[in-house]
């Protein structure tokens, strides 16, 4: 993205050194699931995706992808546990490297959201517990899913999952990603053993703040031994009560994971905006505030949760964060960085074609911003 004279006054537009990146401005564009990845193999097309959204100095977050096979829980999402995969993922890094762009990689597992017919030889899902989940509306506002009852993990095998995301993040950067994000968000299995809501557990993982964010700290310490602290991020929604995963004091949970990450000198903590409700909608209603956790952490803060143009220059002045995460109007908007500076108006997003399968529609398909339109808005 070329820089403008406007581009000093515009907080979203300015330069930002998170750890060893120089990024160019603060537009992230928040890890978004495609559901494009057939087999679990990204596709070429997903080099055209990333590679419209990438700017130079722009950072980009991947879909989410799954750590091993007992990791997935939707159909055509992408993984990172076998050398097809990382093989798979070498030209979609590069052709956003080609760019200029620097590329994470969302690590995740999805815990008790699956059913049995995407685990390893149908068996149960694991998780945290072995509680249920109710049946829920999938993301794409129509489709109900229903869930297999989850195989509460034994303590000894806990290791095992910690060597999972181990693998994936080396893979990950095997694969060229300059980093990974660990989901620790969203009612996955991370965010299963972190809430007391789905933790009903009696041993060293379960009870007291520190048991429930042992297993996530563990995910942290394996993960920035594996490939180095400069090059991990995580992401936590403490406040959003997503897939029957509230907490009790969301607010004690937050600052307590915020700090004891401060020990492993992460890159990053990306975290969902108390205002996001189940649907994934901000209600603005949200007794709650980020600026505690916000305080507390010493690394690079990046937010994401119905932000626009305007909430995001001025989460940025009011130094609320450092970089904001866009969802759905990055989705739409490819040049999103551009149409900001310009302050042009933005694609409509289409939530109807944001989960199918199609290589293109939906996808690649969302119009760039015309030049000689560009031209005329002032």
Known sequence: MAAS?????????????????????????APLTRQRSYGTIPQPHAAIYYSQRATNGGLLIAEA???????????????IWTKEHVEAWKPIVK??????????????????????????????PISSTDTPLAPLV??????????????????????????????????????????????????????QFLKDEANDRTDQYGGSLE?????ALEVVEAVVNEIGKEKVGIRISPFAPYKQCGDSDPQALGLYLVKALNRYEIAYVHTVEPRMNQAGESHHKSPYSLKPMREAFNGTFIVVGGYDREDGNRAIAEKHADLIAFGR????????????ELNAPLNKFHRETAYTSDPVIGYTDYPFLDETEASKVV
């Open 5 to 29: 004279k406007s581009s000093t006054t515009i907080p979203l537009l300015t330069p930002y050194k998170m750890g060893k990146y120089e990024l160019s401005h603060r537009i992230v564009l």
């Open 95 to 124: 052709a956003v490297h080609d760019k200029g762009g620097v590329f994470f990689c969302q690590i995740w597992h999805v815990g008790r959201v699956a059913n049995s017919n995407v685990q390893p030889n149908g068996q149960a």
């Open 211 to 215: 048991n429930r964010c042992r297993f």
């Open 329 to 340: 109007h990055f989705l739409a908007n490819p040049d999103l960085p551009k149409r900001f």
């Open 138 to 191: 999938r993301a794409n506002g129509f489709d109900v899913a229903h869930f297999t009852p989850p195989r509460r993990l034994r303590t000894d095998e806990i290791p095992g999952i910690v060597n999972d995301f181990r693998l994936a993040a080396r893979n990950a950067v095997e694969a060229g990603f300059d980093g990974v994000e660990i989901h620790g968000a969203h009612g996955y299995l991370i965010d």
């Open 65 to 79: 992808t799954g750590v091993s096979d007992t990791a997935q829980g939707y159909p055509n999402t992408p993984g």
